[in-house]
């Protein structure tokens, strides 16, 4: 999941009856499954959580670049390349659909940013690992977009029509992402045995951190019941977690590699695996700034934004140059 | 069969096709060193597709140098085996990025190029050639009108952005007079009517660049002084740790598949 714990500033989840009939409509006409456009009225707290939401899963498109481009320069065949670099540049388009949709609630994409570079915003916890070999390239597709799927496929379904929208375009590239990096395990797991090495190492870092991505169990947060009444959350994280394990554990098996729990085991009551749960304190501890590459990847991004300021300076200033002009010409035409 | 293999030694030929070939990869790789560090999120979307578009054409250009050559390489194997000394890109598109007017000028001193001799390519003699380059200068036509229109908007921008536009341009400079210069493979493969003889193409490349510069407010520098090598297989500096980079994975675990 590409947005995690997201806030709702609800301190429970009122009835219908609570409401006043402005939000009674608004909340019938969601649990009619109609969506919500930018111009309709909302309440105020949808408004800023699904800025917070959207924004944090944008956030994720553009540092999620910064991993798999470390490795760009470095692909193996010339057909790798091309691929990651379409793949990559397919991150960076998720972010321009996720800004774009958060723009129409009223916030600019470079005030979301300011709110990334100064760590008022959260990216993914997941962008704060490193990419060490080339099979991370082959894990962060199957795992890390494999887990995006999971969480993106439902949010299609979700009230708020550009976010919705966005999602069904954004939901065709992830599988495709997915496949390519299942097709790299794949080869490398029938390759030399340093490759295979390579592979299962991969998914013994990426592993649990992938776990991660759905956020702790939310079973009791009221910010969680808040989002599923909007219906801007579509499922509970450990529903998520569960389907996501269930669906990569006969993966893995095919691929000839060992899921790095020695819990994990099928339930035939329950109908899925049984599993360790990733180590909580890491995942805090990332969050709060403390993960492998939390400095590296969001000084990237400010140096590359600070770096960048004379770039966008220029282009504004021939913009208003040009603009003048043809006032200019204009007037002394007429 | 193809004119092209019949009249002429395919040592020229082969050369010809590398040169192009090293050329896409060259700048391809530097280009996709910007990835997600770009100034702006859409150009790190144009960058990445400036960089598939060379890649792309890297794979054409050397799938055939291997062809012609016939001693079984691959486009993999002329990219990931060669050294430095083997491979044959114009010294200009092995510049280190430095700051983003550092790339775009570059890469419109370079796309001005490629575009004037892809055109040409289109009549190319072998038909191989002649379907790589009608392919190929699709894509470069939008690079150039990108790259000039960038060029025309920061040199005409504030003070800082045609500052660092004109430091930029009086920097490539001396690395633009090497696309014109010809050898004794350059004359075989015109003489063919494979490829333009290089000089043929400057008139073009100058009354473009001049134009756009000139709108740009920016000056273009006195000296004619070109730096050489690149086509013949004697760089600079920067290409051993291009390939040292890019032939990794290749190098340290030799006759794997990827």
Redesign the interface.
């Known amino acids: 999941m590409y947005a995690q714990m997201v806030k709702t500033d609800a301190d429970r989840v009122k009835t219908l009856d609570e409401m006043a009939p402005q939000e009674r409509a608004f909340q019938e006409r969601i649990d009619r499954n109609e969506k919500i456009e930018p111009k309709e009225w909302m309440p105020e707290a949808y408004r800023t959580t699904l800025i917070r939401q959207i924004g944090q899963h944008a956030h994720s498109e553009?540092?999620g670049?910064?991993p798999?481009?470390n490795w760009?320069?470095?692909?193996?065949?010339?057909?790798?390349?091309?691929i990651l670099?379409?793949k990559?540049?397919d991150e960076?388009?998720h972010?321009?659909y996720l800004?774009c949709a958060a723009e129409t609630l009223g916030v600019s994409?470079d005030e979301l940013l300011e709110k990334l570079h100064s760590g008022k915003m959260k990216y993914s916890s997941i962008f704060n690992y490193p990419t060490l070999t080339?099979a991370d390239m082959g894990a962060v597709g199957w795992l890390v977009d494999g887990a995006a799927i999971m969480n993106q496929v439902p949010l299609q379904r979700t009230s708020y029509g550009p976010y919705s929208r966005a999602m069904v375009r954004i939901c065709k590239e992830e599988s495709f992402h997915q496949r390519q990096g299942y097709d790299?395990m794949m080869?490398?797991c029938a390759?030399?045995a340093?490759?295979k090495a390579m592979a299962q190492d991969a998914l013994n870092r990426f592993w649990y951190p992938s776990l991660m991505m759905f956020g702790p169990s939310d079973a009791d947060s009221v910010h969680s019941a808040q989002s599923l009444a909007w219906k801007i959350k579509v499922d509970t994280n450990d529903e998520l977690r569960q389907k996501f394990v269930d669906q990569t554990v006969p993966q893995a098996k095919y691929l000839g590699l060992t899921i790095p729990d020695a819990e994990l085991k099928w339930n035939e009551e329950k109908g899925g695996y049984d599993f360790s749960q990733p180590d909580w304190d890491e995942f805090f501890d990332v969050i709060a700034g403390n993960g492998p590459c939390n400095k590296e990847r969001l000084g990237?991004?400010v140096?590359?934004?600070d770096?960048?300021?004379?770039?966008?300076?220029?282009?504004?200033?021939?913009?208003q140059?040009a603009a003048t002009r043809r006032t200019t010409a204009k007037i002394a035409a007429e | 069969m193809a004119q092209g293999d019949t009249t002429i030694d395919r040592t020229a030929l082969f050369e010809f096709l590398t040169r192009m070939g090293d050329n896409s990869?060259i700048l391809g790789?530097r280009v996709?060193?910007w990835?997600?560090?770009?100034?702006?999120?859409?150009?790190?979307?144009a960058l990445?597709?400036v960089?598939?578009d060379l890649?792309?054409q890297?794979?054409l250009w050397?799938g055939l140098a291997g062809e012609v050559e016939g001693k079984g390489r691959t486009?993999?194997n002329l990219?990931?085996l060669r050294d430095a000394g083997a491979f044959r890109n114009l010294l200009l598109v092995e510049r280190p990025n430095g700051?983003?007017?550092q790339t775009l000028v570059r890469q419109f001193l370079f796309d001005a190029w490629h575009f004037e001799m892809l055109t040409a390519l289109k009549k190319s003699t072998d038909a191989r050639v002649a379907e790589i380059a009608a392919k190929a200068v699709k894509e470069v036509a939008y690079h150039l009108e990108r790259s000039s229109d960038l060029i025309?908007?920061?040199g005409?921008?504030?003070d800082?952005?045609?500052a660092?536009m004109q430091a930029a341009l009086d920097d490539q400079w001396s690395y633009t007079g090497e696309m014109f210069l010809a050898d004794d493979a350059d004359r075989a493969v015109a003489a063919a009517g494979i490829a333009p003889a290089p000089d043929t193409l400057r008139a073009a490349w100058e009354k473009v660049v001049k134009s756009v510069l000139s709108e740009a407010t920016l000056t273009i520098p006195d000296g004619s002084y070109a730096h050489k090598g690149g086509k013949r297989g004697v760089h600079t500096e920067h290409l051993g740790f291009i390939l040292a980079?890019?032939q990794?994975?290749?190098r340290a675990?030799p006759g794997?598949?990827?």
């Open positions: 553009i540092v670049q910064l798999e481009g760009i320069t470095r692909a193996p065949t010339l057909e790798r390349k091309a670099l379409a990559v540049q960076a388009g972010g321009l800004y994409r080339w790299i080869k490398m390759g030399t340093d490759q990237a991004r140096k590359a934004w770096d960048g300021a004379w770039y966008r300076d220029g282009l504004t200033a021939h913009a140059k | 990869l790789h996709s060193e990835c997600g560090l770009s100034p702006v999120l859409e150009e790190d979307i990445a597709n960089a598939l890649i792309g890297t794979q050397l486009a993999d990219a990931y700051d983003f007017g025309i908007r920061l005409d921008g504030t800082e952005s045609r660092r980079q890019m990794f994975l290749q675990y794997t598949t990827w």
